[in-house]
C-alpha cells in the first residue's frame, strides 16, 4: 500500500475518533423517544437506504452474482460481530458497570494482537513502549483505579465487545479484492438491520416508539447518515493501516470526547484526564510517525 494511501488512512482515522463521539451524542438525542434496540434498528434501515440511493447502481446484476458464498459468509459475519456482538454487549456492559471502566475496557489498543493472529502483521518492536504507554494514557482519561478493578460480568462483556469490533474492523480484508469501499458498506448495511430485530423480538418491545421529539428526529437522521460514513471509513483505514497503528490512532476518540463533553455538557476534567489526553495525543502520532516512515505495503 503507497505511503500516500497510508497518511490519508491516519487522518481519517483521527476524523473517524471524532465521529465516534459524535455518535453518542446523536444517541443521546434519540434517547428521548427510541429504546437502544429501535435505535439500531432503525438507524440501520435509514443508513442501507441512504446506501443503496447513494450506491445501488454500483450493485448490478452481475456483481452480485460473481459473489461466492464465502463473500456473503464474511458480509453476514461482519454484520453481526459489529452492529449484533459488538453494540449489545457494549450495551450490557453499559448497563452492569461504570462507564468509565466500560470506555477503559472496550477501547484497549489491542487490535493489533488480532492483525497478528489474522493476517501476521508485524509489529514494529519500538512502537511496543508507546502502546503500553497509550494504555496508561487511557485509564487516565477514563479515570481507572486499579485498586477497585474486579473481574465483573460489565468487564467481561466490555472485552468481549472490544473483541467483536476489531475482528470485523480487519475482516475488511477477506472481502473480494475487486469490490470498492462503497459496494463492501452497502452490501455489510444489508444485514445489519438483524441483529437488532432480533433483540426487539426476543424482549417483546415495539417497533415504533411511543411518541417522536424533534431531536430525537434529528439525532436518528443524523446518526444514520454517520453509519454509511462510519463504515465507509472504517472499511478505508483497515484496507490501509496495520491494525495497531489504526487502533492507537483511533484511541483519540477519549481526547474528543472529553473535548466536547466540557464545550457542550459542562463536564470537568482533572488535571489526570488532562494528563492521559495528552499521552494519547502523543503516542498515536508517534506510531503513526512509524507507520509513514515504513516501507509500502501493510
Same mark, same amino acid.
Given at each position: 500500500?503507497?505511503?500516500?494511501?497510508?497518511?490519508?488512512?491516519?487522518?481519517?482515522?483521527?476524523?473517524?475518533?471524532?465521529? !465516534?463521539?459524535?455518535?453518542?451524542?446523536?444517541?443521546?438525542?434519540?434517547?428521548?423517544?427510541? *429504546?437502544?434496540?429501535?435505535?439500531?434498528?432503525?438507524?440501520?434501515?435509514?443508513?442501507?437506504?441512504?446506501?443503496?440511493?447513494?450506491?445501488?447502481?454500483?450493485?448490478?446484476?452481475? *456483481?452480485?452474482?460473481?459473489?461466492?458464498?464465502?463473500?456473503?459468509?464474511?458480509?453476514?459475519?461482519?454484520?453481526?460481530?459489529?452492529?449484533?456482538?459488538?453494540?449489545?454487549?457494549?450495551?450490557?456492559?453499559?448497563?452492569?458497570?461504570?462507564? #468509565?471502566?466500560?470506555?477503559? =475496557?472496550?477501547?484497549?489498543?489491542?487490535?493489533? /494482537?488480532?492483525?497478528?493472529?489474522?493476517?501476521?502483521?508485524?509489529?514494529?518492536?519500538?512502537?511496543?513502549?508507546?502502546?503500553?504507554?497509550?494504555? /496508561?494514557?487511557?485509564?487516565?482519561?477514563?479515570?481507572?483505579?486499579?485498586? =477497585?478493578?474486579?473481574?465483573?460480568? #460489565?468487564?467481561?462483556?466490555?472485552?468481549?465487545?472490544?473483541?467483536?469490533?476489531?475482528?470485523?474492523?480487519?475482516?475488511?480484508?477477506?472481502?473480494?479484492?475487486?469490490?470498492?469501499?462503497?459496494?463492501? *458498506?452497502?452490501?455489510?448495511?444489508?444485514?445489519?438491520?438483524?441483529?437488532?430485530?432480533?433483540?426487539?423480538?426476543?424482549?417483546?418491545?415495539?417497533? /415504533?416508539?411511543?411518541?417522536?421529539?424533534?431531536?430525537?428526529?434529528?439525532?436518528?437522521?443524523? =446518526?444514520?447518515?454517520?453509519?454509511?460514513?462510519?463504515?465507509?471509513?472504517?472499511?478505508?483505514? !483497515?484496507?490501509?493501516?496495520?491494525?495497531?497503528?489504526?487502533?492507537?490512532?483511533?484511541?483519540?476518540? #477519549?481526547?474528543?470526547?472529553?473535548?466536547?463533553?466540557?464545550? !457542550?455538557?459542562?463536564?470537568?476534567?482533572?488535571?489526570?484526564?488532562?494528563? #492521559?489526553?495528552?499521552? /494519547?495525543?502523543? *503516542?498515536?502520532?508517534?506510531?503513526? !510517525?512509524?507507520?509513514?516512515?515504513?516501507?509500502?505495503?501493510?
Amino acid at each position: 500500500m503507497s505511503k500516500k494511501n497510508k497518511k490519508i488512512a491516519i487522518l481519517l482515522a483521527v476524523v473517524q475518533a471524532l465521529l !465516534f463521539v459524535l455518535m453518542g451524542v446523536w444517541a443521546r438525542f434519540m434517547n428521548e423517544s427510541f *429504546t437502544l434496540s429501535q435505535q439500531v434498528f432503525w438507524r440501520m434501515i435509514i443508513a442501507l437506504v441512504i446506501a443503496w440511493v447513494l450506491f445501488g447502481k454500483s450493485l448490478d446484476k452481475k *456483481t452480485l452474482q460473481s459473489l461466492s458464498g464465502y463473500d456473503w459468509m464474511i458480509y453476514v459475519v461482519r454484520s453481526i460481530l459489529y452492529f449484533g456482538a459488538g453494540i449489545m454487549l457494549f450495551t450490557f456492559a453499559v448497563n452492569h458497570t461504570t462507564l #468509565g471502566i466500560v470506555s477503559f =475496557s472496550s477501547s484497549l489498543p489491542i487490535v493489533g /494482537i488480532f492483525g497478528w493472529i489474522m493476517f501476521r502483521e508485524r509489529i514494529d518492536i519500538k512502537a511496543l513502549p508507546f502502546i503500553l504507554l497509550s494504555i /496508561i494514557g487511557l485509564g487516565l482519561l477514563c479515570k481507572i483505579d486499579v485498586k =477497585s478493578l474486579h473481574l465483573s460480568a #460489565g468487564i467481561i462483556t466490555a472485552l468481549l465487545s472490544m473483541v467483536a469490533f476489531d475482528i470485523s474492523y480487519l475482516m475488511v480484508r477477506y472481502h473480494k479484492a475487486k469490490m470498492t469501499n462503497f459496494q463492501n *458498506t452497502t452490501l455489510l448495511l444489508c444485514f445489519a438491520w438483524i441483529a437488532p430485530l432480533v433483540a426487539i423480538l426476543l424482549t417483546k418491545g415495539k417497533f /415504533i416508539p411511543n411518541h417522536f421529539t424533534t431531536l430525537a428526529v434529528v439525532g436518528l437522521v443524523l =446518526s444514520s447518515i454517520l453509519n454509511v460514513v462510519n463504515l465507509y471509513l472504517l472499511n478505508y483505514i !483497515f484496507s490501509n493501516l496495520k491494525g495497531y497503528v489504526a487502533g492507537n490512532v483511533l484511541l483519540l476518540e #477519549g481526547v474528543f470526547a472529553l473535548i466536547i463533553g466540557f464545550l !457542550f455538557y459542562n463536564e470537568s476534567a482533572n488535571f489526570m484526564q488532562l494528563l #492521559g489526553a495528552i499521552i /494519547i495525543l502523543a *503516542t498515536a502520532y508517534v506510531i503513526s !510517525f512509524f507507520e509513514r516512515e515504513q516501507p509500502d505495503g501493510l
